[in-house]
């Protein structure tokens, strides 16, 4: 389990300067990995705290609600549904985290965006699929991973054997990239599962 770490409290730090508080934690996986789930327990964990918290998704994702970041196991959290990474910056204000959810939808500046939300201070919590359903490299989860603090990656169960799933194979033909779905086009597998 992720446990944040310890903060430093610029205005109470002898060096009013510091702007290095800031970081970006990345959480990763499959579908049906809890990869929402965990977003949403460290966001609201901010939010016990009284942190500020601000959360984005992409425009594009409807599967459960217009609005909201909806998990799989149906906990909700408000969020802020936006088209392009840089209406993250404009929306992001003062809060102290900024939550991102399905980055992988997001255009390739949303490294960047997160990168310069975490040089201003904030803590900057992402979750997204690291691979298509190809088993590749999933857009911007790449250079986020790279440049993140933290990484956590989880595992979804095998629907095939039970095993540790960490590929999300997609029924049908489609070759789309992109596809929204749920149970009815993707379900986790593992390496030897997917790979048959």
């Known amino acids: 389990m992720f446990i944040e770490p310890l903060l430093r409290n610029k205005k109470n730090h002898k060096d009013a300067n510091i702007s290095s508080v800031g970081w970006i934690e990345v959480i990763c996986g499959s579908m049906f990995s809890g990869k929402t789930e965990e977003l949403i327990r460290r966001l609201n964990r901010a939010i016990i705290a009284k942190q500020k918290v601000e959360i984005f998704k992409p ?16 906990r909700i959290i ?11 910056l404009l929306l992001a204000g003062d809060c102290d985290v900024v939550g991102v959810d399905e ?26 699929l690291d691979m298509d359903f190809t088993g590749k490299p999933f857009g911007p989860m790449p250079a986020l991973l790279a440049i993140a603090e933290f990484v956590t990656k989880v595992h979804a169960i095998c629907v095939n054997c039970g095993g540790i799933a960490h590929y999300s194979y997609r029924f049908g033909d489609k070759a789309d990239q992109v596809m929204l779905g749920e149970t009815e086009s993707y379900e986790a597998r593992c390496r030897n599962c997917f790979h048959q």
């Not at 425009?59 to 149906?74: C, F, G, Q």
């Not at 997001?106 to 919590?125: E, M, N, P, W």
């Open 78 to 88: 408000r969020s802020t549904p936006v088209q392009f990474a840089e209406d993250i």
């Open 59 to 74: 425009s594009i994702d409807t599967r459960y609600d217009v609005d909201n970041v909806v998990s799989h196991n149906e």
């Open 103 to 128: 980055a992988q939808f997001f255009d390739d500046r949303v490294t960047a965006v997160c990168d310069k939300l975490a040089s201003q201070g904030k803590r900057v919590v992402v979750a997204g």
